[in-house]
């Protein structure tokens, strides 16, 4: 691998997304900083800083299928952010963050213009279908 500038995933090793997104990042030649956000958790202010950079509000980045989500469709925005921190899981993965910006990569291929390096030719999902389909994203 080269030395590339530092990407960092939010990453649910559960979810075929993340893990789409995470080998799309080490198939443009950079080994990222994986955090385990399950694991790990969330801080308020990591969070706040993470969805400004993103352009995201709290709604916007809800993983609102997740158990947890349940009572919060009427939720603000503190009321939101609080969930977050007590369930990690609230949060929609994976958020990617690199010198070239901060973003929610849902779909994986969201994930491309923050590479360094292109991806190979060929590059497929776990599911064997190209990342970026001809013609377009």
């Known amino acids: 691998m080269r030395k590339a500038p530092m990407i960092v995933i939010h990453h649910n090793p559960k979810c075929g997304t993340s893990r789409n997104t995470l ?3 080490r198939a443009s030649g950079t080994e990222p900083v994986v955090i385990d956000y399950l694991a790990e958790g969330w801080t308020r202010p ?3 800083a993470l969805f400004a950079a993103a352009g995201l509000t709290p709604r916007q980045a809800l993983r609102a299928k997740a158990p947890e989500a349940a009572g919060l469709e009427e939720a603000d925005d503190e009321a939101l952010l609080a969930a977050m921190v007590r369930h990690p899981v609230l949060v929609e993965r994976p958020i990617v963050a690199s010198p070239k910006g901060v973003r929610l990569c849902r779909p994986p291929e969201r994930v491309v213009d923050l590479l360094e390096g292109p ?4 590059f497929t999902r776990e599911d064997g279908k190209p990342l ?3 013609g377009g994203e």
């Open 23 to 25: 080998a799309a990042i």
């Open 132 to 134: 970026i389909e001809k």
């Open 119 to 122: 991806l190979p030719e060929g």
């Open 46 to 48: 990591q969070l706040l």
